[in-house]
């Protein structure tokens, strides 16, 4: 390990890791405190009437590009 360019691409690695644990945590957090809580009819509603159709609507275009 006196090799001084391999202790530099460890320690690039560790703080890449660690720049990227930060980056997600803050992230979720700041999501968290921002936005508000939903309850779960709300939840319910959202995956009903807005996510059904967008995946429906997917489902139908993946296939259709496939068939032809």
Not at 12 to 41: E, N, V
């Amino acid at each position: 390990m006196n090799n001084p360019i391999g202790i530099f691409k460890i320690t690039i690695g560790i703080f890449i890791t660690l720049t990227k644990a930060y980056l997600f945590l803050f992230i979720s957090i700041t999501i968290r405190w921002t936005l508000p809580r939903m309850r779960m009819d709300q939840l319910l509603n959202l995956g009903w009437e807005f996510l059904l159709p967008i995946s429906l609507g997917n489902l139908l275009l993946t296939t259709s590009s496939q068939l032809v």
